[in-house]
């Protein structure tokens, strides 16, 4: 069992299932099982995530001032997941809300952050909860910028989930880019091939890890150990019903083993398992499974 900090997004989420993008326009549908609503947010995926896999996590977050922590509280009872709520402070002006249609593969997300980017997180908090961590792991939130500071204080290994590296979203990240120690990196929506991107971020961050997920044909892992870029193609466990979230859970399960074995190349194949079982699930937060399926899911495919 390792102890992990958790900082990032927690949000209401409406997830919708529609036939095609863009979505042709009706005045009216009811269709059962269509609409699917929780809680979600990458921050709070991840800490769902790890604490699934037996972690100790701290979670920290915001909510808006008029929602209960119970709320969550309830939600995580609905999964049986003991994951505290202690950490959520209700600052918040509005709730984090976002809404995702979903295709075959394909989505387009709606994302209301409300006033996080200008609200604050609690200092004392974060220094005192940071201090018996193996692992941190953030995202690029303006309100989680004080932790990179305190992991350099505290020699605490860091973790960052970049949501894009378009130049306009990562102007004002570099000190986040730059501080990272494992990065994870989506190609949703890059500008440039996922093997130059890999490149600029060894060569401009100095980056100890780089996980690249490309989507249906898998990953790409860089480690500065052996300067060595692999491409690992997915394995199947469980029918696609929604990829929103995989790339949550392959980051979560990646830092698990590593934490636990800092062998970069084991933890990657079974945080392919861990992503492949999540996306036969349509909520973000849920359809996690333990270290002993994996277990059983890599017997099958790989020894």
Not at 166 to 190: C, G, P, Q, T, V
Not at 212 to 227: A, P, R, S
């Amino acid at each position: 069992m390792s102890k992990f900090m958790v900082a990032g997004f927690v949000q209401m989420e409406t997830i919708v299932k529609v036939e095609e993008l863009p979505v042709p326009y009706k005045q009216f549908e009811s269709i059962p099982e269509m609409v699917d609503t929780g809680i979600g947010g990458a921050g709070f995926n991840e800490a769902m995530a790890l604490k699934w896999l037996g972690n100790e996590v701290d979670f920290m977050s915001m909510v808006a001032r008029n929602m209960s922590r119970h709320q969550i509280e309830a939600y995580l009872e609905t999964y049986e997941v003991d994951l505290s709520t202690e950490y959520v402070l209700p600052l918040l002006d509005g709730m984090p809300t976002s809404v995702i249609l979903y295709c075959k593969g394909k989505k387009q997300t709606f994302e209301d952050v409300k006033d996080i980017r200008h609200v604050d997180y609690d200092y004392e908090i974060l220094e005192r909860q940071i201090q018996d961590k193996d692992m941190v792991l953030m995202s690029n939130c303006n309100f989680c910028r004080p932790i990179i500071s305190l992991a350099k204080k505290y020699q605490k290994p860091l973790a960052l989930n970049v949501r894009s590296m378009r130049a306009e979203k990562i102007a004002n990240k570099e000190d986040f880019l730059a501080a990272a120690d494992i990065l994870y990196i989506s190609d949703d929506d890059l500008e440039s091939d996922p093997y130059d991107c890999i490149r600029e971020c060894r060569e401009r961050y100095d980056s100890e890890i780089v996980i690249m997920g490309i989507g249906d044909k898998g990953v790409i892992l860089y480690t500065k150990e052996d300067n060595s870029f692999i491409e690992y193609k997915p394995v199947k466990t469980n029918e696609i019903v929604n990829t929103v979230g995989a790339g949550n859970a392959l980051f979560s399960g990646f830092l698990h083993y590593y934490t636990k074995t800092k062998d970069a190349k084991e933890a990657i194949k079974n945080a392919l398992l861990f992503a492949s079982y999540k996306i036969g699930f349509v909520g973000t937060s849920h359809g996690f499974m333990t270290e002993e399926q994996i277990e059983q899911w890599k017997k099958l495919i790989w020894i």
